[in-house]
């Protein structure tokens, strides 16, 4: 289990660069987002 299982964000500027990089990292970690 991740430490942010359970967990949805809204993540914006996800697309490319530091937003997506961030987005993987908050998913490895369990976080679902919208």
């Given amino acids: 289990m991740g430490r942010l299982d359970n ?3 809204v993540i914006t500027g996800a697309g490319s660069g530091v ?16």
């Avoid at 997506?20 to 679902?32: C, D, F, T, V, Y």
């Fill in 7 to 9: 967990k949805v964000a």
């Fill in 19 to 34: 937003g997506r990089e961030h987005a993987l990292l908050l998913a490895s970690e369990g976080l679902k987002s919208l």
